[in-house]
């Protein structure tokens, strides 16, 4: 059995992967306040590396260069990779190629938690009338939630092989503000992104824990038991849009599978020609 260890509130040099993305922008300046050192990498444009970073472009499935990026890290923070639903060949080497050099990075190099960006989409053909918890078996609902199945089992592998902790994010709808009616249930500010990576970094003891990440809001699809054992209180709810996006958007129509399950469009989409 792996032995955790105590986790720090303040790291020396914490790794973001997938740092020039949505996500990644917003959290670049954001964890800075957590760390000495913040090492920032991404295949796509980072700009200058400015006070408290390191820029270290590479690409997820070059092992060599991912090797290189855990050189001296004590966590990482996995967001790089493909984040929306393409060919199985396109996600294969981005994703799950990828996330394995992380981890191996991870093995080789002594860093001892990962947080990883995993999906809604590991459980996406679940109804919108269920209410599932993070044990229920994972029903992906496309190649991209199928690579973050992947992922959530390369982080349960390397866990219980090599003592190396992961929170798997089950993160919802991340954006400014939710865009459609279905995310009024999935959306996370990006201030809760904030609490949640947070408390998935410095949480005492996490093993292998999976945990949805959406923010408080008044539909719910999830029983999050597992986001407050490692201490995510979010704050926010989408409550304050609901009119808005109502308004925006008709109601769609109850056979349409964008309208039943909760992954939404991605349970359709593809397949994809190469
Ligand atoms: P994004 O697509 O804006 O950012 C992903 C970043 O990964 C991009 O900057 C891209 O250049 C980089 N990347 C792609 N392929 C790469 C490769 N082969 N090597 C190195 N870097 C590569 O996505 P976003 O929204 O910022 O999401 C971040 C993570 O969170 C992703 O893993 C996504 O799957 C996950 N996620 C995001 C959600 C959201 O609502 N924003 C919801 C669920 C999961
Ligand atoms: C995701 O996994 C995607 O990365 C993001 O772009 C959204 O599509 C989100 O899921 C969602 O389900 O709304």
Not at 2 to 7: C, D, E, G, K, S
Not at 84 to 96: G, R, V, W
């Amino acid at each position: 059995m792996p032995t955790a260890h105590a986790t720090p509130l303040r790291f020396s040099r914490l790794l973001l992967t997938g740092a020039a993305g949505g996500l990644g922008r917003e959290l670049r300046s954001r964890l800075k306040a957590y760390c000495d050192v913040l090492r920032l990498s991404d295949i796509a444009e980072l700009g200058q590396a400015g006070p408290g970073e390191e820029v270290m472009p590479a690409a997820l499935e070059d092992k060599g260069a991912v090797d290189a990026l855990l050189k001296g890290v004590d966590a990482v923070v996995h967001l790089g990779g493909i984040s929306t639903e393409f060919s199985f060949e396109q996600i294969l080497p981005a994703n799950i190629l990828g996330t394995y050099h992380v981890y191996e990075g991870a093995r080789r190099h002594g860093a001892r938690r990962i947080v990883f960006a995993s999906s809604n989409h590991v459980t996406g053909f679940y109804r919108q009338d269920e209410v599932i918890d993070s044990e229920v078996r994972m029903r992906p609902d496309s190649y991209y939630g199928l690579s973050k199945a992947f992922g959530e089992n390369l982080a349960q592998f390397y866990w219980d092989r090599y003592g190396i902790e992961t929170v798997s994010l089950r993160i919802g709808s991340s954006f400014p503000e939710p865009k459609d009616r279905r995310m009024l249930a999935s959306w996370m500010s990006y201030d809760d992104l904030e609490r949640l990576v947070m408390s998935a970094l410095t949480a005492p003891i996490v093993g292998h824990s999976i945990v949805y990440g959406i923010s408080d809001n008044a539909t719910a699809w999830y029983d999050n038991s597992t986001a407050r054992h490692i201490g995510y209180r979010p704050q926010d709810s989408s409550e304050r849009f609901r009119a808005a996006v109502e308004a925006r958007q008709p109601r769609i129509d109850g056979t349409d599978p964008v309208a039943i399950y909760q992954g939404g469009g991605f349970v359709k989409q593809g397949p994809f020609e190469n």
